[in-house]
């Protein structure tokens, strides 16, 4: 079985470079069949347990996650059950459906839905997790491969953190190519900044709730192996607020003709709002991971408040 993800554009943004006063190239995950970064890992580890004869996927993840749970289910002929809370966002919940997934709402909060679909999990079901496994990483990983193989090595690295799947799967391959030494800026919401304060207190942290509309960086505790990551390579961790992550969608939108959550728009911010983290010379990634649950006109909505 080959790869569910597509390999991405890799495209050097003029309006950002000339913002930043440097190369700011853009690998465009936003582009992937499901709309986020998440299929590489997602799609790498559902055709792994495919393999191994798993008769069904059950995803807890009401947003890019059981997005990409759903469509890889579909592509790989695997039935596909997701739970979601009630806060689900309506968009996400039909894109769930259109791929062909059953769906389970559940009352009240991310918790007790995970607890339910866990409850549902039988010995031939396979439970895809939205961050914390290896196969994901691995999945992941695939990504810094792309960026290798098109022949540029960027001084400097921008991505979200969620949960650290990304982090964790950008961090092994950047590991197999020996490019450890590159800065990665890590950029969370303020609210969703579960890594931010662990790197901090240097232990791993429980927020005690979510309060960023970047609802896809909503991981109330990092998995710890994005925390040993920090120990291993050159991570910075920043934070921006949730106005600077909708403004920057906003404006990668005019700039680049593309609409991502702002969960991504809070790396684009890093940009648009020309944080010191930038300063330096050299080529820039910023990893556009997408995200396909905050339509337009909630973005429109979200830069009034
Ligand atoms: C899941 C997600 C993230 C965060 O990824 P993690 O692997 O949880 O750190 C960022 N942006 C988008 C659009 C996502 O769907």
């Not at 996927?57 to 890889?72: D, H």
């Not at 679909?117 to 196969?135: E, S, T, Y």
């Not at 109330?220 to 921006?240: P, T």
Request: hydrophobic share 50%; with cysteine.
């Amino acid at each position: 079985m080959q790869n569910l993800h597509i390999q991405t554009p890799l495209i050097e943004s003029r309006a950002m470079s000339l913002l930043a006063g440097r190369p700011i190239w853009l690998k465009m995950d936003a582009l992937q069949p499901s709309g986020s970064f998440k299929l590489r890992g997602i799609g790498h580890a559902c055709v792994e347990h495919a393999r191994r004869g798993a008769q069904r996927f059950i995803s807890s993840s009401g947003g890019n996650a059981g997005i990409a749970v759903a469509y890889a289910g579909r592509r790989l002929g695997v039935p596909v059950t997701v739970v979601v809370p009630q806060s689900a966002s309506l968009r996400a919940r039909e894109l769930i459906l259109q791929e062909g997934a059953a769906l389970e709402v559940v009352r009240a909060s991310w918790q007790e839905a995970n607890a339910h679909a866990l409850g549902l999990v039988g010995p031939a079901d396979a439970f895809i997790h939205p961050f914390d496994d290896p196969l994901l990483w691995r999945g992941n990983s695939t990504l810094i491969d792309e960026v290798a193989e098109a022949g540029l090595k960027p001084a400097a690295l921008v991505l979200a953190v969620g949960g650290g799947g990304l982090l964790c799967g950008v961090m092994e391959g950047l590991q197999r190519h020996s490019w450890l030494d590159i800065p990665v800026i890590a950029v969370e919401t303020l609210g969703a900044d579960s890594f931010a304060q662990a790197v901090r207190a240097g232990r791993p942290v429980e927020l005690p709730a979510i309060t960023s509309l970047a609802t896809s960086l909503g991981a109330r505790r990092v998995s710890d192996r994005a925390l040993e990551w920090y120990r291993q390579g050159n991570i910075r961790s920043a934070v921006v607020q949730d106005g600077a992550a909708v403004r920057a969608c906003l404006r990668f939108m005019a700039d680049q003709r593309v609409v991502v959550e702002p969960a991504c728009g809070a790396a684009l911010a890093v940009v648009y709002e020309k944080l010191p983290e930038l300063q330096g010379d050299g080529p820039v990634l910023v990893i556009v991971c997408g995200g396909v649950t905050a339509p337009v006109e909630q973005l429109f909505k979200w830069a009034e408040l």
